[in-house]
């Protein structure tokens, strides 16, 4: 039989998500044989357990998929192939060392198999969306291509490495055409394992500002989040905090950009999007020669408060308050409640994080340390956004107001991902080919060259 290429639902990027977990502790009987363990995964997901579903993971898995990223999942498949209907059958084949099961699925607007890869552990390895017999596959997300504000004339590209020793990471600068010295900005990512351009379905928002901004005479660093590159060493990282898993990686490269011939090292700046933007204060305290800070969707509030936000929200979209939603929120709820109740010193997994995580993040009021920054902030938000709202916004407003080196920006027809769109914002909309907005680009521009 000729074989079908594989279709993987992105695993979006979402502020949500921490995509940090280590080994979480069994709970329930493992299922005995690949089959039973791929229907028990599969029925966990449609009931909403998704702690429960990514107890039997292997540390990749773990790693790329904790709860709340199955949740994002799950929605996002849905809302490609509409509501789940019911399993039709399964069946299992061999592929390598690992037992493959296809449980052909009925949703409302596709038949497709759900491909669980189980391992010789009977631990699930993998999960992906593959066309049933007779059907097509779903449509992936498309690379967008280029933004048309960019100027390919205009700038140029070269590989570099961000970080010293075990940790490096490989990135990309886009340069300026001519000499310079030009300034030059850091990108930091939001939550989860992105790549160099912060790829999320049909976008690449980090490679739109690379090229937009380049463009316009400004240099732009990029480069994979160690939690991509390094996932599972990270992972297994005793006391894991937001310093290792974001902040180290962004100094080294602000450093390596003050050290780059044709870069002026007193105009380096750092731009960070969602959880970057949120670390933006810390990273700039820890780093003064820094010449300014982008906050692009900074929240303002703990991230524990923010999922349980937006898996309600997400749940409340079709107008369908289902039985399976509540007790996911409820358990979702419950999870919070564990991260509320840490003890200082205490260790172990909650909410799909080490507890070291949470507590480092404990009592951070990202506006609130922003006013002890010393450089100027650009403050940017999309009025679309369903995951850091305007009501962030308003709270980086109430505590910087008063200061005259920063600027505040919202675009009433932008998400999360600073694309335009209309109506209310969903998970499904990122897997739509879009760009960030020109307005946005010329903006950062404009306020870096003053």
């Given at each position: 039989?000729?074989?079908?290429?594989?279709?993987?639902i992105?695993?979006?990027?979402l502020?949500?998500?921490i995509?940090?977990?280590?080994?979480?502790?069994?709970?329930?009987?493992?299922p005995q044989?690949?089959?039973?363990?791929?229907?028990?995964?599969?029925?966990?997901?449609?009931?909403?357990?998704?702690?429960?579903?990514?107890?039997?993971?292997?540390?990749?898995?773990?790693?790329?998929?904790?709860?709340?990223?199955?949740?994002?999942?799950?929605?996002?498949?849905?809302?490609?192939l509409?509501?789940?209907k019911?399993r039709?059958?399964?069946?299992?084949?061999?592929?390598?060392?690992?037992?493959?099961?296809?449980?052909?699925?009925?949703?409302e607007?596709?038949?497709?198999?759900?491909?669980?890869?189980?391992?010789?552990?009977?631990?699930?390895a993998?999960?992906?969306?593959?066309?049933?017999e007779?059907?097509?596959?779903?449509?992936?997300?498309?690379?967008?291509?280029?933004?048309?504000?960019?100027?390919?004339?205009?700038y140029?590209?070269?590989?570099?490495?961000?970080?010293?020793?075990?940790?490096?990471?490989?990135?990309?600068l886009?340069?300026?055409?001519?000499?310079?010295p030009f300034?030059?900005?850091?990108?930091?990512?939001?939550?989860?394992?992105?790549?160099?351009?912060?790829?999320?379905?049909?976008?690449?928002?980090?490679?739109?500002?690379?090229?937009?901004?380049?463009?316009r005479?400004?240099a732009?660093?990029?480069y994979?989040?160690?939690?991509?590159?390094?996932?599972?060493?990270?992972?297994?990282t005793?006391?894991?905090?937001?310093q290792?898993?974001?902040?180290?990686?962004?100094?080294?490269?602000?450093?390596?950009?003050?050290?780059?011939?044709?870069?002026?090292?007193?105009?380096?700046?750092?731009?960070?999007?969602?959880?970057?933007?949120m670390?933006a204060?810390?990273?700039g305290?820890?780093?003064?020669?820094?010449?300014?800070?982008?906050?692009?969707?900074?929240?303002?509030?703990?991230?524990?408060d923010?999922?349980?936000?937006?898996?309600?929200?997400?749940?409340?979209?079709d107008?369908?308050?289902s039985?399976e939603?509540?007790?996911?929120?409820?358990?979702?709820?419950?999870e919070?409640?564990?991260?509320?109740?840490?003890?200082?010193?205490?260790?172990?997994?909650?909410?799909?994080?080490?507890?070291?995580?949470?507590?480092?993040?404990?009592?951070?009021?990202p506006?609130?340390?922003?006013?002890?920054?010393?450089?100027?902030?650009?403050?940017?938000?999309g009025?679309r956004?369903?995951?850091v709202?305007?009501?962030?916004?308003?709270a980086?407003?109430?505590?910087?107001?008063?200061?005259?080196?920063?600027?505040?920006?919202?675009?009433?027809?932008?998400?999360?991902?600073?694309i335009?769109?209309?109506?209310?914002?969903?998970?499904a909309?990122?897997?739509?080919?879009?760009?960030?907005?020109?307005?946005?680009?010329?903006?950062?521009?404009?306020?870096?060259?003053?």
């Open positions: 039989m000729k074989r079908r290429p594989a279709v993987l992105p695993f979006l990027s502020f949500s998500s995509l940090l977990a280590q080994a979480l502790p069994i709970q329930i009987a493992k044989g690949p089959a039973a363990a791929a229907r028990a995964f599969l029925d966990l997901m449609v009931k909403g357990d998704f702690p429960t579903a990514a107890q039997n993971f292997t540390d990749a898995m773990k790693a790329a998929a904790p709860p709340v990223k199955l949740a994002e999942i799950w929605s996002a498949l849905q809302g490609q509409g509501r789940y019911r039709i059958a399964t069946r299992t084949v061999k592929e390598g060392l690992y037992d493959v099961v296809l449980a052909t699925t009925e949703f607007r596709s038949t497709v198999d759900l491909k669980v890869v189980v391992d010789e552990r009977g631990r699930i993998g999960f992906f969306v593959v066309p049933a007779g059907e097509k596959a779903p449509a992936p997300a498309a690379d967008p291509g280029p933004p048309p504000y960019a100027r390919p004339d205009s140029r590209e070269q590989e570099v490495t961000v970080g010293p020793g075990e940790w490096a990471v490989p990135g990309t886009t340069l300026p055409a001519g000499q310079g300034p030059a900005v850091v990108l930091v990512h939001g939550s989860g394992p992105n790549d160099r351009d912060e790829t999320v379905g049909g976008a690449k928002p980090f490679r739109d500002l690379a090229w937009g901004l380049a463009s005479g400004v732009v660093l990029r994979e989040k160690r939690s991509r590159q390094h996932g599972a060493k990270l992972a297994a005793a006391g894991l905090t937001v290792q898993e974001t902040i180290d990686d962004t100094l080294a490269a602000a450093a390596l950009l003050r050290g780059t011939e044709g870069i002026d090292p007193g105009r380096v700046f750092v731009l960070g999007h969602s959880l970057g933007a670390l204060p810390r990273i305290r820890q780093d003064s020669q820094i010449a300014g800070l982008i906050v692009m969707a900074g929240a303002a509030k703990p991230i524990e923010l999922m349980l936000e937006q898996v309600t929200y997400i749940a409340a979209l107008g369908i308050n039985e939603e509540k007790r996911r929120i409820q358990g979702l709820r419950e919070v409640a564990k991260v509320k109740a840490l003890a200082p010193g205490a260790t172990g997994m909650v909410l799909g994080a080490p507890a070291s995580y949470w507590l480092d993040l404990r009592g951070y009021d506006p609130e340390a922003a006013k002890g920054v010393k450089q100027p902030l650009l403050i940017l938000q009025e956004d369903y995951q709202t305007m009501d962030a916004f308003a980086w407003k109430k505590a910087l107001i008063g200061r005259s080196d920063v600027t505040f920006k919202s675009y009433p027809a932008l998400n999360h991902l600073f335009a769109g209309e109506g209310k914002s969903n998970p909309e990122y897997q739509r080919p879009g760009h960030v907005a020109e307005s946005v680009v010329a903006d950062i521009a404009s306020w870096i060259r003053r």
